[in-house]
DNA sequence: CTAACCATTAATGTATACAAAGAACCGTGA
DNA sequence: TCACGGTTCTTTGTATACATTAATGGTTAG
């Protein structure tokens, strides 16, 4: 692995996880010191960082963890409502029905795991990982497979910030479901529909969750 | 201005106006060189460049300007609709009346610009790169600007391979007048199906005259 | 006491030297 | 003549030294 692309990730997945948190300055010397390369492959990290949206430069302070306002998700979900929408769409055109359906099995299956506890949660997360997966492998489009790529790292971080409850998941496994339906049955409206439909639920779900917790904090 | 903005401004100017066809192999000595500049600030531009999906890695071979298929024309278009929909329904929702109906205003009037030879078709071209602002502007989501903008990239070396001819750059003023009305209007259900419209003749367009050129250069 | 300017310093930006990995080419053998 | 192996050379990847710029703190003048 390139000490590049080692000091990219490592410094993605921790501000995607929160350990980097909204603010943190990076400076360059610190941060290469910190994970064990030079500057140049670091600096090179943080240039794709900044093309990802997640550091910005902050006038002679050099680059720090960019912020998620409520704004922020509000308009985030503004560009996920047509990506995902598209996406949903050209897979019903596109996929393999027999993938889906499998998924669409599993997805039937997931209220068991949803109550389960913390393992059977986890599952039921890598299930929806894999149709992100399947969709995006149906689509051929690669401009469109990137530009959902860059989204989901922004979606990652929102995640963590509006935990969902038992109640939002089982909610959102029937909405999924749906979406998957129509994909099998190769009804790319429909899937485009349900998709806005799921997409509309889970951003009142953040919103909710996150106003919640503000509340809480100033309580 | 940075030697890394300059290599990358130059490398990108030259790429999208062909100055660098596809299947060029960018060597970095070479590059930088030839810029005037040193390999690190080069290397940072290729690394943007690369996240832009202008250049590729070819293996052992280094970087390579990336090729521009009908299939890839195809397929920006398929990222491109549900984009700038989502552009012209925020524009309708948001965006200042007046703004648009002084661009409106210089549509109804494009056809004797369109007429007027090179110069005038110059200005028409920044007309509508003017409108492109305007829409950019109305939208506050920053994530969708910049996905915008990523794609703006991507055509703009399109249009070089599909040179449009007067009477669809006519037809295409009436299209492109139709969303902004709407636009002025607050209609946002409008703004998005006249887009629609709009871009599914411009991409017909666009893959008769590659066509037409394809069939000349066999011929 | 405050404001402005200069110096110091710490950061980014750039250049270059070095390392490593891969490809091409030449030579040798069958 | 072809195939295989080794060597050389070109390329990218990394480290480090140097340049430059901007912020901060202290000192001095008003």
Redesign the interface.
Known sequence: MRASDKAYQTLLDEIVDGTLPPGTVLAEVEQAARIGVSR?PL??AL??LR?D?LVEPLAGRGLIVTAVSI??I???Y??R???E??AAR?AAQRGNPQVFAQIAKELRGSDALIDSGEVGIKAYYQLNERLDRAIEDS??????V??LK??HL?LARIRRLSRQNVNRLRAAAVETLVIVEAIVNRDPDLAASATHVHLQQSLRNSLETIQTRTIDKVA
Do not use: F, M
Request: hydrophobic residues 40%.
């Open positions: 140049t600096r090179e240039g794709h093309k949206g704004d922020d509000v308009e985030l503004e560009l409502q047509p990506l929408q598209q050209l689509i051929s489009s690669a401009y469109l990137a530009a860059a989204l922004h």
